[in-house]
């Protein structure tokens, strides 16, 4: 029988559903733009960040167990780039909190969670 390592939750789920939500939020801002770049960019972000975050969740579930207890609230942001730019904040704050697993495979994980960001920054800041 296998044995797992001590399971990491806080803040490990609100993370998670800070990017679970980003899918659904992106998607609505996606629908509502009168942009077409800023149309596609958010159309690429909610497709590719879902599966980030998947990839994310089942390494950490491999190595810690499973996450439980999701919250269930949420907000629909506003405007893309400053929505983008918190999802950023978000991203750099709980990944260095205390208690968040620093092991190198989930941060690579991070990682690309965070380039999808800034790739979409940049198509929305620039590109627009």
Do not use: W
Not at 25 to 49: D, P, V, W
Not at 58 to 65: I, T, V
Not at 105 to 124: G, P, R, V
């Amino acid at each position: 029988m296998a044995t797992f390592k001590a399971q990491i939750t806080e803040p490990v789920v609100p993370f998670v559903m800070c990017l679970l939500h980003s899918v659904t939020n992106a998607h609505i801002l996606h629908l509502q733009s009168r942009s077409y770049s800023q149309h596609q960019a958010l159309g690429a972000f909610y497709t590719e960040i879902g599966e980030l975050v998947d990839s994310f969740v089942e390494s950490y579930q491999g190595k810690y167990g499973l996450l439980t207890n999701y919250p269930s609230d949420f907000m629909v942001p506003e405007a893309p780039i400053p929505y983008i730019e918190y999802l950023m904040n978000e991203v750099e704050t709980y990944r260095n909190k205390p208690g968040f697993p620093q092991d190198s495979e989930l941060q690579n994980e991070i990682d690309n969670i965070a380039n999808l960001l800034n790739s979409t920054l940049y198509k929305l800041r620039f590109l627009a």
